[in-house]
């Protein structure tokens, strides 16, 4: 599968976006789906994913309350709805697939199978 990640810009602190990550190749709804993102210097880091269904979410305690992941499988489409936006969310925001099969939710970025380009969120104090 290939993923491409859309939505970023310069907004200001306490302001949202709408991050869109668009799935080719192959049928979405095979994959677990995650967020994550890299700040400049920092390690790659989780941010949030839903299950094959749409059923669950799971989110990294920085984001929780203010960010909300869906997926929209007839459309191949993965949403990260961001909103009271920080400026310590400024970073590459990365989306990715997980094809693995088995509970438990995925936090580690070398679990996940297919990556996208990224798009770069820049929130402003």
């Known amino acids: 599968v290939q993923l491409q990640a859309s939505g970023g810009g310069l907004v200001q602190a306490g302001g949202s976006l709408r991050l869109t990550c668009v799935a080719s190749?192959?049928?979405?709804?095979?994959?677990?789906m995650g967020w994550f993102r890299q700040a400049p210097g920092k390690e790659r880091e989780f941010v949030a994913a839903i299950s094959r269904r749409g059923s669950s979410t799971h989110y990294a305690d920085s984001v929780r309350g203010r960010f909300a992941i869906s997926r929209d499988d007839a459309k191949n489409k993965v949403y990260l709805q961001q909103n009271s936006l920080k400026p310590e969310d400024t970073a590459v925001y990365y989306c990715?697939?997980?094809?693995?099969?088995?509970?438990?939710?995925?936090?580690?970025?070398?679990?996940?199978?297919?990556w996208g380009q990224g798009t770069l969120v820049t929130v402003s104090s």
């Open positions: 190749g192959r049928a979405l709804n095979l994959y677990n």
């Open positions: 990715a697939a997980d094809q693995g099969i088995g509970s438990g939710w995925r936090v580690g970025a070398d679990e996940y199978d297919f």
